[in-house]
């Protein structure tokens, strides 16, 4: 069993703590040299009132879709060059926002946005399915990350063999054409059968080989398990339901099905490094209290009925590190209100060691097929009602698009409203790590702070002291300036300043104070 919600609290409030975000400046100029004393550990902190405008902890990212170029790269064919630069681009913008992680579709339909000799690359790269793009992404995509502070979550479908349904099309040595058995036509698509184990295992099989040889933070499912519902449709899986189904009802094996493949991947993905962290975005509506008396008082799809999605069960199980719904309704919405599912999804996980994410609709802010997204502050307030929420630990937008576009400019006064500070990750004690030894060494040359790397640490915190020498940097995050992944910062202006390491977890190591100068 995972570590329980309580405990996790307790540790937040214990451990003196930072926030991700990645500052730009130019190299300082020389100035005049700081105090030959040796810098000494900052003396604890002393209790503050929590400043619920500045989090200490919450989980800030955004979708980066690659199937059928909606995000990444904008288009098949781009040089190397270009699919870097657009990258950066997203990157900078989110870290301009205070964003703190990155969800990268690396695997939309059984292919590969990285080097693979398990599936053919994507086509989505160079415009041709299983055609080498000349270069291994990933590496880049997760570094870059890094560099601005942020996790790096790989994000999976895990059945969607093709966008076509026809197999003597797929390149040489896509899985699907090796095993034709193990797919269904739905659709005009073509999908693996969730009810075959050997799926399972190749699933399984694909995101062990990414979790063993990229330095990813986070394995991800979206929403996409059995096919969304198509009229007159059928997903014909009776063959693998006469041979595995025991007896079962067919919705219930079905749902079997989805939950084994879920607690196999959880399995490995830890076994394989206790750090990685594994989670799914659900379909915002489990049920309908229509459907079940658990449910939500809602009246659209149900997941658990339509997809065979039983995030319940996951809950339950412990077979997730966090739950992500896709809550892409606004609030007064009639078959789905936004306040509703927000309540629900934190009873659902109230009491697990679970965490809870919310997925927002950037996408739909200014779509005139709704009143309430023609207004700019429509989304800003639903984060304002997360953060009411003592189970939600932050939010991740789709996608990265609207993250540039910034519909409405509704993403900037979010930002300013709520992102004022950067805000350290919510912590995962069951997945590990400790805290790194202080910075040593640290020392300022005017306003350039420097310090010795910390063995095992990512990145390191900057605090601000403010005038009246009250350190909150273990309550929230107002004094919180930046989080560096160099041994260096410079700062605005002169002051007192307190660095912290941080390990890839962000656990926080004690603080040492450093003075800097006027340049």
């Not at 269904?184 to 990414?210: C, E, F, M, S």
């Not at 394989?272 to 659209?300: A, Q, Y």
């Amino acid at each position: 069993m995972r570590t329980a919600r309580p405990l996790l609290a307790a540790t937040a409030l214990a451990i003196a703590t930072t926030s991700a975000a990645y500052v730009w400046g130019p190299d300082a100029k020389p100035g005049k040299a700081a105090s030959a004393k040796k810098p000494a550990a900052a003396a604890p902190a002393a209790a503050c009132k929590p400043d619920a405008r500045y989090p200490k902890r919450e989980l800030r990212g955004v979708w980066i879709a690659t199937t059928t170029n909606l995000d990444w790269p904008s288009k098949a064919g781009l040089s190397k060059a270009k699919q870097q630069a657009e990258y950066v681009k997203i990157l900078d913008s989110a870290a301009k926002r205070n964003l703190n992680a990155v969800f990268v579709q690396v695997r939309p339909a059984s292919d590969a946005l990285y080097k693979s000799s398990l599936e053919p690359w994507s086509r989505y790269l160079t415009g041709t399915a299983g055609k080498d793009p000349g270069w291994d992404p990933l590496p880049f995509l997760i570094d870059e990350a890094h560099k601005r502070g942020m996790e790096f979550h790989a994000w999976f479908n895990p059945y969607r063999a093709s966008y076509s349904d026809d197999i003597a099309k797929l390149p040489a040595g896509h899985p699907a054409k090796k095993h034709p058995g193990w797919t269904v036509k739905y659709g005009g698509r073509l999908y693996y059968n969730p009810g075959l184990p050997a799926v399972r295992d190749h699933v399984t099989k694909v995101i062990t080989d990414v979790v063993g040889r990229y330095d990813v933070d986070g394995v991800h499912f979206d929403d996409y398990f059995y096919p969304y519902p198509e009229a007159g449709a059928t997903f014909d899986d009776a063959a693998a339901f006469k041979k595995y189904g025991k007896g079962q009802k067919l919705a219930d094996w079905r749902r079997s099905n989805v939950n084994k493949l879920v607690e196999q991947v959880d399995q490995a993905v830890h076994r394989t490094k206790n750090h990685v962290k594994f989670g799914i975005s659900p379909f915002g509506i489990w049920r309908n209290t229509s459907n079940d008396p658990r449910g939500s008082k809602t009246s659209g799809m149900s997941a658990y009925d339509s997809i065979y999605a039983d995030a319940r069960a996951w809950i339950k199980a412990g077979t997730v590190d966090y739950v992500l719904p896709q809550l892409y309704w606004p609030r007064g919405h009639k078959a789905a209100d936004y306040r509703t599912l927000v309540r629900w999804w934190s009873d659902a996980v109230k009491g697990s060691d679970v965490q809870l994410y919310i997925g927002q609709g950037l996408y739909r802010v200014g779509s005139k097929d709704d009143r309430a997204w023609t207004k700019p502050g429509e989304l800003a307030a639903q984060i304002g009602l997360n953060r009411d929420s003592k189970e939600i630990d932050g939010a991740v937008y789709f996608s990265a698009k609207q993250l540039l576009t910034n519909p409405l400019g509704a993403m900037d006064r979010l930002a300013k409203t709520y992102y004022g500070r950067p805000a350290l990750l919510p912590l995962m004690e069951e997945r590990g790590g400790k805290a790194p030894a202080m910075p040593a060494g640290a020392k300022a040359d005017g306003t350039r702070l420097s310090w010795k790397p910390s063995d095992g640490a990512r990145s390191y915190a900057i605090y601000q002291v403010p005038k009246s020498g009250k350190d909150c940097r273990t309550t929230d995050a107002r004094n919180l300036v930046a989080v560096v992944s160099d041994p260096s910062y410079t700062v605005k202006s002169p002051g007192t300043y307190l660095v912290t390491a941080l390990d890839r977890l962000h656990n926080e190591s004690k603080a040492v104070k450093v003075k800097a100068d006027a340049p």
